[in-house]
């Protein structure tokens, strides 16, 4: 039933389906719920504590453990986006996190309870293939756009998980709420099912999928997706350490809120989330992506300084640091992926994967740190690391301009006007073949070819064989012209 694709969704390469404004939405859709998933413990954690009978310390690892799932996940499935066909994979994952789910509704155990909480945030990384699979779908010098909205869909789950949990958490039992997201997951499932094209696999010829892992690690020999790591790394540490000191000040005086308001403050999330497509489009699609990232790093400083020295006295501060590090996150992010993109096209999900694990672990840090640091120093102490880790990430964006090829310079100017304007990191024109894509890189000295699809090889061979045979033709025609001269010239003789 799962494999079954229905007519509309089956792949025609000579009619290839076209990527749409409503495919998008779905995939940001997609992403929304299946995010979601992730986030509805954490401001429900003590009601459940009190549901499973046991202390706040043992559901608080809870969490954890779905954040270690979550990271298996996207190192161990991830890069099979590059190998399978992507419509069966994703599909898979959705039905069978949706089925396990339901043991997470009706279980009164803990230990099962959290033992399948780690599956299912395994098998949760469905956002993660949609945003590699988007950077194929669509037009390169729109990619910026359209990866944008699915990034705000997934944003959005995260933001709403937490917010309809603690609200429909404080009138009836949490699991509603389970049951809630279990039903999104299945209504995912069928409009994946009913809508999602059967896309081919991006290697066809198929790859070793230990390779493909071990192999990961090297794609940092590529000098853009390693400044665009680090500079995820450091700017992930800031947006943690924000969110999890952040419930630390509100709590305590001078302002006292409620759980349910330190919550709201989640929904500044949504003004960014709204903002970010619409800048994507404007801005980023149209210059070099390293121009956005240092804009959007810079919009994290400025919110990081207000909030920092001003917070303990004013709450406009962290609602400025909320807003603007939320915006300038995503911005950075979007643009980084754009660019890195454009390194493989048969390795956009392994590209990916190395991007989000350095991206994950700069939040692992974030936390750590900022939980450490508040502990000793307090909320200006805490901030103060985060002016500093963003000013580390600014200095790896000008470590190497958006032209260098190289580890470190700015050969090339600096020049923030794409070479190419409808490529998508400014340099590098991706032309959609029979099969593949040809990627050419606009260097200093003109237009280097690449990369080519391999159908189109094929197909270029057949040209040149087609070519020999009409050549052996002629000649064959013309020895028996020449035999038929001959043979006439002897009667003439005669």
Request: neutral net charge; aromatic residues 12%.
């Amino acid at each position: 039933m799962v494999n079954y694709v229905p007519s509309r969704c089956r792949w025609d390469p000579e009619k290839p389906p076209h990527f749409s404004m409503s495919m998008n939405f779905m995939f940001a859709f997609a992403g929304c719920v299946t995010s979601a998933n992730m986030y509805y413990t954490h401001p429900i954690l003590n009601v459940m504590a009190e549901d499973f009978g046991v202390e706040y310390e043992e559901v608080s690892q809870i969490p954890t453990v779905m954040q270690a799932g979550y990271a298996a996940g996207l190192f161990f499935l991830c890069p099979l986006g590059d190998l399978l066909r992507r419509r069966a994979f994703v599909t898979w994952l959705v039905a069978f996190t949706a089925t396990l789910w339901i043991v997470l509704c009706v279980t009164k155990s803990l230990a099962v309870f959290t033992a399948i909480s780690f599956i299912t945030a395994v098998t949760t990384v469905t956002p993660q293939l949609m945003v590699p699979l988007v950077g194929d779908l669509a037009p390169p010098h729109r990619r910026a756009a359209a990866i944008s909205i699915v990034v705000s869909g997934l944003v959005l789950g995260l933001v709403l998980a937490r917010v309809i949990a603690g609200t429909i958490t404080n009138w009836v039992s949490w699991r509603y709420v389970y049951w809630m997201s279990l039903g999104l997951q299945y209504l995912i499932f069928i409009l994946l099912w009913l809508f999602m094209p059967d896309y081919p696999s991006s290697n066809p010829q198929g790859l070793n999928y230990f390779k493909m892992l071990l192999g990961i690690p090297w794609l940092f020999r590529y000098p853009v997706l390693a400044q665009a790591s680090i500079v995820s790394f450091f700017a992930a540490a800031t947006y943690t350490n924000y969110w999890t000191t952040l419930s630390f000040l509100l709590a305590g005086p001078p302002y006292h809120y409620s759980s349910l308001v330190i919550g709201l403050f989640g929904l500044i999330s949504i003004a960014g989330m709204l903002l970010v497509p619409v800048y994507a489009r404007l801005v980023i699609d149209r210059f070099v992506p390293l121009f956005s990232v240092i804009t959007g790093e810079l919009m994290c400083l400025i919110g990081i300084l207000i909030s920092t020295y001003t917070g303990t006295f004013t709450v406009a501060g962290p609602i400025m640091q909320a807003f603007l590090n939320d915006l300038g996150m995503q911005i950075a992010q979007i643009s980084n992926r754009s660019s890195i993109y454009a390194i493989n096209h048969k390795a956009r999900n392994r590209v990916n994967t190395a991007f989000m694990v350095a991206t994950f672990c700069g939040q692992l840090t974030g936390t750590a740190a900022g939980n450490h640091i508040y502990a000793v120093g307090g909320w200006v102490r805490s901030g103060s690391a985060s002016v500093g880790l963003i000013g580390a990430a600014l200095v790896v964006c000008f470590l190497r301009g958006p032209w260098e090829e190289g580890w470190i310079g700015w050969r090339g100017g600096w020049s923030i006007f794409k070479k190419d304007a409808q490529s998508a990191d400014g340099k590098t024109s991706e032309k959609a073949t029979l099969g593949g894509i040809r990627a050419t890189a606009v260097g200093e000295n003109g237009i280097i070819d690449t990369e080519q699809g391999s159908l189109e090889k094929a197909a270029d061979e057949l040209d040149a064989e087609d070519r020999t045979i009409r050549t052996n033709k002629e000649e064959s025609d013309r020895e028996i012209n020449i035999a038929h001269l001959h043979v006439a010239n002897d009667i003439r003789n005669q």
